[in-house]
């Protein structure tokens, strides 16, 4: 198992890393999911750099760069809601899944939980999104309800929502 490191996102080269990341793995995970158009769509408007800048200096989500021998092989965000943490995001690159990173993530995420007297850790995914749904069980995460988001443009999400006490 390759040991990581999970670097707090502050500077914007940092933010660029993330956007940059993001684009790479969005295109080629999700295009079996959903369109190339709502990818474009939900990257611009959601893992822009001005976006993940937004998050983070107006709405409280703390993001964090998945590191293995200083590069950046992955990235997540979370946000403290009701006692509670939201895991927003969790991509993991390619050629990176499968070898203990999720693992490794979640281990980081239960302590940083445990560290704001969450209860939960909590997600949202997308409901034919087999493997992702599969990783997360494992972890523990049961789903608890579903929801269908409407996000404009004509696009909606339609998730799990899934949840781990910690």
């Known amino acids: 198992m390759q040991q990581l490191s999970f670097l707090h996102v502050n500077t914007e080269g940092e933010i660029s890393e993330v956007a940059r990341l993001a684009a790479e793995i969005w295109r080629e995970y999700y295009v079996s999911l959903i369109t190339i158009e709502q990818i474009d769509y939900m990257v611009d408007k959601f893992q822009s750099i001005a976006a993940i800048s937004d998050q983070i200096r ?45 693992s ?14 969450a209860s939960h850790i ?9 493997s992702s749904i599969a990783v997360y069980e494992k972890k523990g995460f049961k789903t608890v309800r579903e929801q269908v988001a409407d996000i404009g443009n004509g696009f909606v999400m339609d998730d799990f929502i899934m949840e781990k006490e910690i």
Request: glycine share 10%; proline share 0%; hydrophobic share 35%.
């Open 58 to 102: 107006q709405q409280g989500y703390h993001y964090y760069l998945i590191q293995h021998d200083g590069s950046a092989v992955g990235y997540m965000s979370v946000k403290q809601e009701a006692g509670k943490m939201f895991l927003s995001k969790f991509y993991v690159a390619k050629e990176h899944r499968g070898r203990g990173v999720a």
């Open 104 to 117: 490794q993530a979640m281990a980081f995420l239960e302590q940083l939980g445990k560290e704001q007297n």
């Open 122 to 130: 909590w997600l949202t995914v997308n409901r034919y999104n087999a």
